[in-house]
């Protein structure tokens, strides 16, 4: 088997904990970045990441295919966004209160229709190998990377080139920016608007199946510790860039992954705290981002949120 | 007990005829009057029933007496550690008849049983791990396993395994339960190899996935072969260890299915025994002792199967411990032992054995035996 | 659709001359509303079980049964309401000033630590005095915990929604840290929790009755926050400040003391509820003050359209959904998160109703009344 690495150990850990543990933030970040980009905020994403665990998992076990499980997820993502968009287009209907509704009735179904589910394993995902260079298993297994993550790490670039750089980017954006306009220019708000959370409930379905499906793997009741509505907290120190999202993303998952690893080369103290980094350091990073004065550079201007 | 039933019936029918009026008109099932020629058994889990852990090891105990004939058996699952617990045992009680109850978790003791237990002095609650004692009422029982005698097997199976003799250990909290185990399974690994070692990770919670598997890769990328564990579920940590290569030795329930290449073996409750043989005993107006615990010779424990990696000279060296320990002459916390920090905790020649002079010692552990590298908190 | 509800509806109201009653009618058209959502919710939820295989009566019946059917269901539900009361005012109050607060959780765990910091270093004085020590400070933690929060918001321009659930999980750890480390108990074996803090500190129940005394410090608070709100110059601002910021500005209010307070009170209800668990439930502060309350009241707050009254018969109604869950899980093997599938379903379709607020009444005004 391999050699120790002692306290290089802690790099290595946090660096793959990054890519391990960040690909479900960057899908509902990025989601949630384009939700909000329209000018509407879906904390529902939350519901929608453990409705998409559950559902990705079962699909992958009846099916035997984990990449059906993906998609499933993905639509099951869609509805939950549609849900959440059609309600949301009511009159005087509050999209924050509909987001914490829905993020109940989505975990609440997700506990109800997964409990045939606990039990089985399901066929994962599988992950490539870019480790093949290095002797060091550690290295390697580092590096053993998921699909999902590529893809993640495309999607970012490219949401930032459709925002700028597409009709359909500028469409979302005036929308999000000022209703008024985008109305006077004859782009259909309301439907920008469905769409948007739906795509959102889509990427965030497919963080979810990354839970069930890839890491750490297995379907159960409390395998989200709230990473979708932190993720939606990561969009808005993000300032809307979905490359900002991505780097948040990484940072949050290896902050994540900072509380065994120090365990393991033995900083024994204080777990509870360390496991608490993540919250922590959003916090730190909203409390230095944010400011009272000048309106946030990248907020979309109808977003009830920084209203 | 007829005469009970008669009277908690009435006061049910009583207390509940606006009820019971709206089930009759809804075309409910007769569900009570069965209850009246049944002896109900009530079992209450903190987690989901078929979690592959501590929850499905109760639960197969409540299958086993649910084959029973003339028991009724009810069960609620994810019951937290609060009020909740409370209202659920007594509704079994009060709108169900129940007359013998296993609140499984951990924390459903003390304040909650405790609370509930005096105000039904006819109703039987037997709770695993409480330390019961003659100052508390006769209707609560405490019974548990010595399962660090399993977990002690698991170490020497993964002592004569591990390549690297580097064991680590995925623990939810640092209490006494939990010690034991980690200090069982690094003793039974220093039997085969004095040298190995156990590093220990407290995750923080029962069931926390993300945790469960970070430790396991942390733990491994740090040279360690082969992983164990004790939180609610071990599903997580197996299968982690299984996509990277680790062996494991299992905990709760046989995790086999799930590791077919790195299943070692694995320390299981043996519930399915004990449970009817409690029911029967209540059934028969019998007092179940208040106290009572037991290994491999009461069998309360099992040990799963060995794996494919397991070997002769292992398998030789575990079933002839297994079998002292079954005829009751082994012990496995013997003096002179020191804990990592270097201090005796055990005298030369005293020792803390598996009988009930030494439960309350053993279930008050609060140290890391000498191989285990962690450390407890505060 | 909703004229359907409506009619459903009509006969709960027994109405008296209506001539004669003006503020009757008026609460008659505001229980519509949240009465026909209630019903359609119901509905929707025993579609729900019915494909699941379960006959909706048999759901009702047994709900009915295990909320409200007999007195010890009543004693059950309304003890699982009473910090369900306290934890939505965590929400409600700071939604008078257009703050969504949904942190109470962290605040109620804060105040439970604190309680029991305080009720065991007391241990031995008066219990009275121990006991409304034990209040106040878990007010103050909690409601320093939502004020954080507020703060945040005010100074930062951190949104206060996102900030108090990160610190829901930085509360927790700190509760788990100190529990398991500097203040555990050595005897609490294996539940790690704080010393216990003595019988005689426990508030213990209502005579006569299984419901300890947090409900009737959550009936107060609801009250105080009634009163505060709606008949005083404070309340009168933070709704004016709520309506539009810059307008409460301009006329010269102080907002940043306005949501500092608005917060802290919040906080303070929710820390109290923290107290309560340990005074009433616990006996000390462990891991199981991690219970949930905090998201539920941010339910019951919204159902209760963040009004403090009405705050109490909505923690009451879900406290039977709770309630009843034990029997369907019994009786017709339904999973426990089916309640929380009802809930989910009632707070989308209350929101959903929103729209049509103020276009449901039973009786409309009629001209020279």
């Not at chain 2, 399993?150 to 939990?178: D, E, R, Y």
């Not at chain 3, 829901?168 to 010393?195: M, Q, T």
Request: with cysteine; net charge neutral.
């Amino acid at each position: 088997m391999s050699e120790a690495i002692g306290w290089w150990g802690v790099p290595l850990a946090v660096f793959g904990g990054a890519v391990r543990v960040s690909t479900p933030f960057l899908f509902v970040s990025l989601g949630e970045c384009i939700t909000e980009r329209s000018g509407r905020i879906n904390l529902g994403l939350e519901g929608t990441l453990v409705m998409g665990a559950m559902s990705g998992y079962a699909v992958s076990y009846t099916t035997g295919s984990p990449w059906l499980g993906v998609i499933a997820a993905g639509a099951v993502g869609v509805l939950m966004g549609l849900a959440h968009g059609l309600i949301c287009s009511l009159d005087r209907v509050n999209d924050i209160a509909v987001g914490i509704a829905l993020m109940l009735f989505g975990i609440g179904l997700a506990f109800y229709l997964g409990k045939p589910f606990i039990q089985p394993a399901a066929p994962q995902l599988p992950s490539i190998d870019f480790g093949w260079w290095s002797d060091i298993p550690q290295v390697r297994a580092a590096l053993k990377i998921n699909a999902l993550f590529l893809v993640g790490v495309a999607l970012a670039p490219f949401l930032l080139w459709t925002f700028k750089n597409t009709r359909w980017g500028l469409i979302l954006r005036t929308v999000g920016e000022n209703a008024e306009a985008a109305r006077a220019l004859g782009y259909a708000i309301i439907p920008t608007r469905v769409i948007a959370t739906c795509v959102g409930g889509f990427l965030g379905g497919i963080g979810g199946s990354f839970l069930s499906l890839y890491y750490p793997g297995s379907w159960n009741e409390r395998l989200s510790s709230g990473q979708g509505i932190t993720a939606v907290a990561l969009v808005i120190f993000a300032r809307w860039n979905p490359m900002l999202c991505f780097y948040a993303s990484l940072l949050f998952g290896g902050a994540g992954a900072l509380g065994p690893s120090l365990q393991s080369v033995g900083v024994t103290q204080g777990y509870y705290l360390f496991n608490a980094a993540p919250y922590v350091l959003t916090l730190l990073i909203m409390i230095l981002t944010c400011s009272p004065k000048r309106t946030l550079i990248g907020a979309p201007g109808e977003l009830s949120i920084t209203r | 007990m007829g005469s009970d039933f008669t009277l908690n019936r009435r006061r049910l029918l009583q207390g509940a005829a606006a009820g019971a009026t709206v089930a009759a008109l809804a075309g409910l099932p007769t569900a009570r009057r069965a209850y009246a020629a049944d002896f109900t058994v009530g079992f209450i889990y903190v987690g989901p029933h078929d979690d592959f852990g501590y929850n499905q090891a109760h639960a197969q105990g409540a299958a086993a007496v649910k084959k029973m004939a003339g028991v009724k058996v009810l069960e609620e699952e994810n019951v937290p550690e609060d009020v909740a617990v409370e209202k659920s045992m007594e509704s079994m009680i009060q709108q169900d008849g129940a007359k013998l109850l296993f609140p499984t978790s951990f924390g459903y003791f003390d304040p909650h049983i405790l609370k509930i237990a005096p105000k039904y002095a006819d109703v039987r609650f037997e709770h695993a791990a409480g330390l019961w004692t003659d100052k508390l009422p006769k209707n609560i029982g405490s019974y548990f396993g010595y399962i660090f005698e399993a977990q002690f097997i698991n170490g020497i199976v993964a002592g004569h395994t591990s390549k690297s003799g580097k064991l680590g250990f995925v623990a939810a909290k640092p209490i006494p339960q939990v010690l034991q185990n980690i200090n069982a399974f690094t003793l039974g690994a220093k039997l085969v190899n004095p040298k190995a070692t156990t590093q220990v990770i407290f995750t923080g919670d029962w069931s926390m996935p993300v945790k469960e598997a970070e430790a396991c890769n942390s733990m491994i990328d740090q040279g360690v072969d082969t992983v164990t564990m004790h939180v609610d579920s071990p599903k997580v940590v197996t299968q982690t260890a299984e996509k990277r290569g680790a062996m494991t030795c299992g905990y709760h329930c046989s995790q086999a299915a799930l590791a077919p290449a790195g299943y070692l073996t694995g320390a299981e409750w043996n519930w399915t025994d004990l449970y009817p043989k409690f029911v029967t005993m209540a059934m028969k107006g019998e007092m179940i002792p208040n106290f009572y615990r037991g290994g491999f010779k009461e069998g309360l424990i099992k040990q799963s199967p060995y794996g494919a990696k397991v070997g002769d000279a292992a398998k030789k060296q575990a079933d002839e411990v297994k079998a002292a320990l079954s005829a009751g002459t082994y012990l496995i916390f013997k003096g002179p032992l020191k804990d990592n920090k270097g201090k005796e905790v055990i005298a030369a020649g005293a020792s803390l054995s598996q009988s009930n002079e030494s439960d309350v010692q053993l279930e008050s552990m609060h140290f890391l035996v000498e191989g285990v590298l962690g450390d407890l908190p505060g | 659709m909703m004229g359907e509800e409506a009619v459903t509806a009509t006969p709960r109201v027994g109405l008296p001359s209506a001539s004669i009653l003006p503020g009757l009618r008026a609460l008659a058209n505001a229980l519509v509303q949240p009465v026909a959502a209630l019903i359609v919710s119901l509905l929707l939820f025993g579609l729900f079980v019915a494909f699941a295989g379960v006959n909706p009566l048999h759901v009702y019946a047994y709900m009915f049964q295990g909320s409200f059917g007999s007195w010890f269901s009543v004693q059950n539900s309304v003890t699982r309401a009473s910090p369900l009361i306290l934890t939505a005012l965590c929400t409600a109050l700071p939604a008078q000033l257009g703050l969504m607060i949904i942190g109470g959780e962290g605040a109620l765990v804060m105040g439970g630590l604190f309680a029991a910091l305080v009720g065991v270093g007391m241990n031995g004085a008066s219990p009275l005095l121990v006991q409304c020590t034990m209040a106040l400070v878990a007010m103050v933690a909690g409601g320093i915990w939502i004020a954080l929060a507020g703060g945040l918001r005010h100074w930062r321009g951190v949104n206060e929604t996102i900030s108090s659930l990160l610190l829901v999980y930085i509360a927790i750890a700190i509760l788990n840290h100190v529990v398991e480390g500097p203040f555990r108990d050595p005897k609490s074996l294996n539940k790690p929790s704080s010393p216990s803090i003595g019988d005689a500190n426990l508030i213990g129940n209502i005579p006569g009755t299984e419901i300890h005394w947090g409900l009737v410090f959550g009936l107060i608070a609801c009250v105080i926050a009634y009163v505060l709100i709606n008949r005083t110059a404070f309340g009168f601002s933070a709704r004016v400040a709520g309506g539009n910021v810059r307008a409460a500005r301009m006329v010269g209010l102080p907002v940043g003391r306005l949501v500092l307070t608005v917060c802290f009170l919040g906080g303070a209800a929710a820390g109290l509820a923290g107290m309560v668990e340990v005074a009433a439930v616990q006996e000390r502060a462990n891991a199981s003050l991690i219970a949930g309350y905090g998201y539920t009241g941010i339910l019951v707050s919204f159902l209760a359209r963040h009004n403090p009254l009405a705050i109490v018969p909505v923690a009451i109604l879900l406290g039977g959904i709770g309630a009843s869950g034990g029997l369907l899980q019994r009786h017709l093997d339904l999973p426990d998160a089916a309640t929380v599938v009802l809930q989910g379903i009632l707070f989308v379709v209350i929101l959903a109703s929103e729209t049509y607020q103020g276009r449901l009444r039973l009786f409309p005004e009629r001209a020279g009344e």
